[in-house]
Structure formats: structure tokens, C-alpha cells
């Protein structure tokens, strides 16, 4: 969400900054937004002129009345009442006008809103210019990619060879989206996600639990309508939704609150079950886990000073591809571009590991500098060592979400044999476990 007064001085730059995200459409508002905040601002002036002018008009009649109480000559004390009365007609018509004004200003002031958190957040001059993820450029990889020379399973069947997942009875129970991890392949989802814990508690972050669901308020201050339509579950008869991911309501615990300069960075590390619709072109998978209604996520947020955001977005993404390779799976930055930003977003990049089964990359976590907009919409600033105040920036990255971490996990550490390798920094999450071994069991 952009600051008004940048829109009203910058038409020209918000315009074509609309065109590099490709939303044309959009244009039209830019104008709008500038003409109805232009009324706006005059109400705001005529509503103060018309408060001044009915003070000034009360402040008049308390003389008046002194002198019709002292008064003892008729025509006088009639010319007093009819300037007393002319007066408070005055005061009336004022305060009609008023009322008038407010609710203009009402309208104008919803109308304003609705745009600003239609119009793009500026976007990085780095972003790469183009309409869609096929235009995600690739920055560099890390880890150099296997192709095995036996065939790799679909990840479920992987899975199925320990016993490990039951998405037959998930169906039966929830419909599609949801599974159930057993055995190994459950106790290796927990292993990474507490590996994952430990990870970024080493680098300085402190560990958060969260609320799993927030407000209505919260959910429009942390994202765009678009995406809160494709992703959010409302509780019916609530003002309530259950968290798309952690970083909602890590951003949301800092609502309307100014911080100390003195206190940033603020870096924390949060774990929460994610709930998601998943509604739009991908869909959820018929037999797999890769797009699913519900998974958990260890995250990575930072609240920082504006000068410090574009540092800790270099450091954020860095973790991730440091949390990866310290297990063994190729990965690659892919730096977003326009059109694959998020409204919201300043910049983006992806992490994606490398699939044996598909020999091409796909995302597993994604990083985000947000700049001032959550900070905008919620009201987070900070009052910094001269006392004057201003809005924090914000970001956001996945440190795992073990469902398409086990796929990556799955099929890179995947023998001819059948057998899963245990990578030494996880061994001590899985009892010392180094090789996990199917059992084929027969249904």
C-alpha cells in the first residue's frame, strides 16, 4: 500500500510502475484516487471553516445573552433577541453543512482506501519486467543436480514403500488436500521442521509460536484481496480466519504499535499449521502433497528500519539455500519477476530444489521484502533516537514447509535399493537413524 501523498506527487512514476506489473486496468485509478483525495482534503478544509465560523458565532452570542438579561428597553432587547436567533440559525445551517461534508468525507474516504489497496506497491528497480512465472529469471544455483540411473517414484509411492502416508483415509475423512504421515515418513516431517528450529534459533531468531487464526482486519493489513479470496477459510459466524501462513499473524502481533528504533531488528522464527484453499489455476493434487489444504511451515519474519530491509532480504533467502545444502539438495535462487509479485511485495525470489523424478527445479520456499506496505496498512512505526516516528518494513521468508520438503528430501536421498539416507545433521532428530529402509508392506 503506497503513502497517498506519493501517489499525489508521483502520478507518472505510479502509472508506469502499474504497467510493469501488467495490470493496465489498473490505470484509470491512479487519476481517480488523486481527484477523489483532492475533494476529500477540500472537505476537510470546509468542515474546519465551517467548526471556526460556528465557534466564533456561539462565542458571539454569550455577550448577547448578557446584555437581553440587563437589557430593560423592548426594541433593544428585540434587536438583541433576532441577532441572538440569527446567530443560532447560522449555527444550524453550519452544522446541517457539517453533517453533510462528514458524510461526503465518509464516502470519500472508503472510496480512497479501497483504491490505495488496489494500487501495486512500487516495485525494486532489480525485479525482472514480465507478465508471469515463466518469466522468473534464474539467479544462481547451489549443489549440483543428480540424475540417478534408476528410476525415481511419484513422491507418494515413496512415501507408501515405508508405510508412511494413508491419503485413501484422509479422503474418507476430509476429501482431497489432506493425508495421513506415518511411521518414519511422519517422524522425518518432525525431524526437519525441529532441525529447521534449531537452524534459525542459531542464527539469532527467536522461536514463536503464534495464533493459527486473526481477524478480519489483520488478514486485509497483510495481504491483497486476491490473494485473500484464493487462500483464506473464514469461520462461519465469526470475525476469524484460519492463517494461510505464520507470517500473518507475526506481522499482526505488531499491529497498531510503535516500536523502538532501538529494539530493531526484530528476527523470529515461527512454527504453525497453514490452511489454504487453494482456489485458482493450480488447484489441489489428486494423489500428491505438493498443493495441499493443509500443511505446516517453519517461517523466517524480520521487522526492521527502511534502510535495513534490502540486507536482511539478501540474508533471509542465503538461509534457506544455507538450511538446504546443509541437507544434501540442490537448490536454486529465482528471482520473481513483476508479474509474478504479490501487490504487496518490493521484491520476491524463490528457492527451488531440484526434483531427480522430474530433472527440473521446483519452489519450496519463497522470500519477500514488503517494504513499508504491511507496515501502512496495520500501523507498525517506529520512533527512532529523535523522536520522530516512521513505518517499519517487513519480511517474510519459508525456512521449510515439509511437504515439498520430503519430496525434495525424498527424492534426492532415494537409493536403487529403495532405501532413504539420513543426512548427518538430521540424525539426531530421527534416534540416531541413518538409513531408513521400506518395508513393502502389502494392503
Known amino acids: 500500500m503506497l503513502d497517498i501523498k506519493f501517489v499525489r506527487e508521483n502520478p507518472d512514476a505510479v502509472k508506469e510502475n502499474i504497467k510493469k506489473k501488467f495490470q493496465d486496468a489498473k490505470l484509470p485509478l491512479v487519476d481517480e484516487v488523486i481527484e477523489k483525495d483532492a475533494k476529500y482534503r477540500a472537505c476537510l478544509k470546509e468542515v474546519e471553516a465551517l467548526k471556526a465560523a460556528r465557534n466564533k458565532l456561539s462565542k458571539a ?110 479422503g474418507r475423512v476430509a476429501g482431497n488436500g489432506f493425508y495421513y504421515l506415518l511411521g518414519n515418513i511422519a517422524r522425518l516431517h518432525e525431524a526437519v521442521l525441529a532441525y529447521a528450529r534449531d537452524f534459525m534459533i542459531n542464527k539469532g531468531f527467536t522461536y514463536v509460536i503464534p495464533p493459527f487464526m486473526m481477524h478480519g482486519n489483520v488478514v486485509q493489513g497483510v495481504m491483497s484481496f486476491p490473494e485473500m479470496d484464493a487462500m483464506m477459510y473464514k469461520i462461519e459466524g465469526e470475525d476469524l480466519y484460519l492463517i494461510g501462513t505464520s507470517e500473518h499473524t507475526m506481522i499482526g502481533r505488531f499491529i497498531d504499535q510503535t516500536l523502538d528504533e532501538a529494539t530493531l531488528p526484530l528476527t523470529l522464527t515461527s512454527y504453525s499449521p497453514c490452511f489454504r484453499k487453494e482456489k485458482g489455476a493450480h488447484g489441489i493434487e489428486e494423489r500428491g502433497i505438493y498443493r495441499i489444504h493443509q500443511f505446516e511451515k517453519q517461517e523466517m519474519i524480520v521487522v526492521c528500519r527502511p534502510d535495513e530491509s534490502a540486507d536482511w532480504y539478501e540474508k533471509l533467502w542465503k538461509n534457506s539455500v544455507e538450511l538446504f545444502r546443509s541437507m544434501e539438495i540442490p537448490v536454486r535462487q529465482l528471482n520473481c519477476c513483476s508479474g509474478d ?9 524463490d528457492i527451488e530444489a531440484w526434483s531427480p523424478r522430474q530433472q527440473k527445479y521446483f519452489e519450496v520456499c519463497s522470500c519477500s521484502n514488503l517494504g513499508d506496505a504491511q507496515a501502512r496498512r496495520l500501523h507498525i512505526r517506529v520512533k527512532g533516537k529523535d523522536g520522530k516516528t516512521y513505518l517499519a518494513h517487513t519480511l517474510n521468508n519459508t525456512c521449510v514447509a515439509p511437504p515439498r520438503m520430503l519430496i525434495a528430501f525424498l527424492e534426492n536421498h532415494l537409493q536403487a535399493d529403495g532405501t532413504v539416507t539420513i543426512p548427518e545433521v538430521l540424525q539426531p532428530y530421527m534416534g540416531g537413524l541413518k538409513v531408513m529402509v521400506p518395508t513393502h508392506k502389502k494392503n
Open 341 to 349: 509479485l504479490a501487490d504487496l511485495k518490493v521484491k520476491s525470489c
Open 61 to 170: 452570542n454569550g455577550p448577547l445573552f448578557g446584555q437581553l438579561k440587563k437589557c430593560t428597553d423592548e426594541a433593544q432587547k428585540a434587536e438583541l433577541q433576532a441577532q441572538i436567533d440569527a446567530n443560532n440559525a447560522a449555527v444550524k445551517a453550519d452544522a446541517d453543512k457539517m453533517a453533510e461534508l462528514e458524510q461526503e468525507e465518509e464516502t470519500l474516504s472508503a472510496r480512497i482506501q479501497e483504491i490505495m489497496y488496489t494500487i501495486p506497491q512500487m516495485i525494486d528497480p532489480s525485479v525482472p519486467i514480465g507478465p508471469d512465472d515463466t518469466y522468473n529469471v534464474e539467479a544462481q544455483r547451489f549443489g549440483e543436480p543428480v540424475v540417478p540411473d534408476f528410476p525415481i517414484p511419484y513422491h507418494t509411492e515413496i512415501m507408501e514403500s515405508f508405510d508412511g502416508i494413508d491419503m485413501d483415509a484422509a
